[in-house]
Nanobody
């Protein structure tokens, strides 16, 4: 079956960095756009970043532009989220998700077919 497994979360101080990984199995990875989402306690899940099937196109929410970078390695069936200059408001559970697509990036949350279990990111001041 399809599995998406996130890793790389943890506790970091303000201004620090983390790199999240999302390892996929059970699907033709290069046929899927992949997105990162996050959910903080008491808040709705929100979109963070997404990357197209080839990796040539990316899109970010405004609050992470210039700080986060999404990338993928289709040979390893893995997508990464490099997070720099972390802020306390980045604290959340981070999820990756995959969307079957023939096109570019996928910006609509309910288009995502498969979701991981999440990894906790905590940024302390």
């Amino acid at each position: 079956q399809v599995q998406l497994v996130e890793s790389g979360g943890g506790l970091v101080q303000t201004g620090g960095s983390l790199r999240l990984s999302c390892a996929a199995s059970g699907l033709t990875f290069s046929s899927y756009a992949v997105g990162w989402f996050r959910q903080a306690p008491g808040k709705e899940r929100e979109f963070v970043a997404t990357i197209s099937r080839s990796g040539q196109s990316t899109y970010y929410r405004d609050s992470v532009k210039g700080r986060f970078t999404i990338s993928r390695d289709n040979a390893k069936n893995t997508v990464y989220l490099q997070m720099n200059s972390l802020k306390t408001e980045d604290t959340a559970v981070y999820y990756c998700a995959a969307a079957r697509t023939f096109g570019d990036v996928v910006l609509i949350t309910n288009r995502y077919d498969y979701w991981g279990q999440g990894t906790q990111v905590t940024v302390s001041s």
